[in-house]
């Protein structure tokens, strides 16, 4: 979530970064930073007169690995990242929940790594961050240790990317896999609201589509599968040409250089695997609406669209659609539907960017026994009034600044920064983006920001959840009579 801050404090914050960056894809070590200005009027603003980006080097080892260098002496750490490029939409039918089982099944051991080893090994290294994530388009396996540990760290990495197997065996994956129906259990078929997502998710995406799943998996999948499928889905994605290793952080490069030479150069090739590309269409074409049954105190309404992938035009206007909507007691939203009319007690807005495509969602949850139908209204009044009219100049402004110190603000960790050179390279193509990335928001005006709820917060393609609350239902959430447009 983006952090509030003052457009000066952005504002300071981005010349701070600029002046320890270099052009995208700089090859050479980062230049010295400038003098600092001598008054607050010298400060640089972001624009033409400012290059804002993260220097790197990327090299593709023989085997097909992709390699990403961010050299940063300011801290003495070191952030290893890596990114498999596979997450859920890559499993196929009756396959739901592989990539994130096998997230799990990652961190029990390899050949040189014992049971439960992994952790104890960073444990004594002093690791401050370490774990790994799963989610619709890839996998990410991350450790923050400091300098004189990287050599451990891509030992460890690279002892799973290649011997994983030589370890896992049955007893492994049966074991992991109740550990995630567990997860499951607890974090949505437990939880209040918990299986809404479930629902929404099924209803945007048809079948057909890759987001039609939810990561976690579904019990008939998970306990359908045999570790002969793992196995296999080991071999076909967990090859160093479907990955991207990213160093950032105190780190000599000739160093790190002959330490991934060393650990990952020999680890064969597979066969490449078979992308899951985009853009897809718009699975919607006109309304759904959802009627859930929830053993819950408040009522809730959300609100679902197909919209652009990450990156893509519309993407970066439709945060800022967002940020006008329900980013802070001033946006239109908060205003009239807690402040002024006070029928709800919290309202969001987001737009959840993806690979293949993204949704943009506003959830509004009530407070008890007010109107859902008042609620709709409000909602649909304040989206006709933001596809019909470009908001203000100050609620542009805002959006802006919130936009661009949530960027900077990120980049102030050596772990996101590894994270983010990981996540352009594999959505823009370029692990240097985060110049273009921060344009986005630069250039986006208010006729713009129009535009983009215009053309994609249709009232007549979209999905509208409707959570009434109902003792004697599960709290988590039950479906009453499927879609129905």
């Known amino acids: 979530m983006r952090r509030a801050t003052s457009k000066r404090a952005a504002i300071l914050a981005l010349a701070a970064l600029a002046t320890s960056v270099l052009p995208a894809g700089a090859q050479v070590a980062p230049a010295k930073a400038p003098p600092p200005p001598t008054a607050p009027a010298a400060t640089p603003t972001p624009g033409p007169g400012v290059r804002v980006s993260l220097p790197f080097e990327k090299y593709v080892l023989p085997n097909g690995l992709e390699v990403i260098l961010h050299e940063d002496h300011r801290t003495p750490v070191v952030a290893v990242n890596v990114w498999y490029h596979v997450g859920s939409k890559d499993e196929g039918p009756g396959r739901n929940g592989f990539a994130h089982l096998f997230e799990h099944v990652m961190f029990q051991g390899s050949r040189n790594v014992g049971e439960d080893q992994f952790f104890r090994f960073l444990e004594r290294a002093g690791a401050s961050d370490r774990n790994g994530t799963t989610n619709t388009d890839r996998t990410n396996y991350y450790e923050t240790v ?12 690279s002892d799973r ?44 995406f048809p079948p057909t589509h890759p987001y039609h799943r939810l990561t976690i998996g579904t019990p008939a999948d998970l306990d359908a599968a045999s570790f002969d499928d793992v196995k296999s ?31 990952f150069a020999g680890l064969p090739r597979g066969a490449d695997p078979k992308p899951v590309r985009g853009p897809m269409p718009s699975p919607l074409t006109k309304e759904v609406r959802l009627d859930v049954e929830a053993a819950v105190e408040l009522p809730r309404v959300g609100m679902s669209w197909v919209t652009p992938p990450q990156f893509a035009a519309g993407d970066a206007e439709l945060d800022l659609v967002s940020d006008v909507l329900a980013s802070g007691k001033s946006s239109r939203l908060y205003k009239r539907l807690v402040y002024d009319m006070q029928i709800a007690q919290s309202v969001s807005a987001s737009q959840e960017s993806s690979e293949l495509a993204s949704t943009f969602e506003i ?31 100050a609620e542009i402004d805002r959006g802006r600044t919130r936009a661009l110190s949530g960027l900077v603000f990120a980049m102030e960790r050596v772990t996101s920064r590894a994270d983010r050179l990981n996540m352009y390279n594999r959505r823009a193509g370029d692990p240097g983006y985060f110049e273009k990335d921060i344009a986005r928001y ?44």
Do not use: C
């Open 146 to 157: 400091p300098s004189s540990e990287l050599g451990l760290v891509l030992w460890l990495e």
């Open 442 to 485: 630069e250039r986006a005006t208010a006729a713009d920001v129009q535009k983009a709820a215009a053309t994609y917060l249709v009232p007549g393609a979209r999905v509208v959840t409707l959570v009434r609350p109902t003792p004697d239902a599960p709290r988590a959430g039950r479906l009453v009579g499927g879609g129905k447009p």
């Open 161 to 204: 990317m290649g011997f994983l197997l030589d370890h896992a065996n049955d007893e492994t994956f049966k074991s992991q896999r109740e550990v995630v129906k567990n997860e499951r259990r607890q974090n949505y078929e437990n939880a209040p609201y918990g299986l809404v997502r479930q629902f929404v998710r099924n209803a945007v």
């Open 233 to 263: 889905f080991f071999k076909r994605y967990y090859v160093p040409n479907n990955a991207t290793l990213t160093i950032a952080g105190d780190f000599e490069r000739a160093r790190a250089k002959e330490l991934v030479e060393r650990y």
């Open 363 to 393: 959830w509004v949850t009530l407070k008890k026994d007010k109107s859902i139908d008042e609620v709709l209204k409000v909602v649909d009044e304040e989206l006709a009034k933001v596809r019909s009219a470009p908001p203000s100049a």
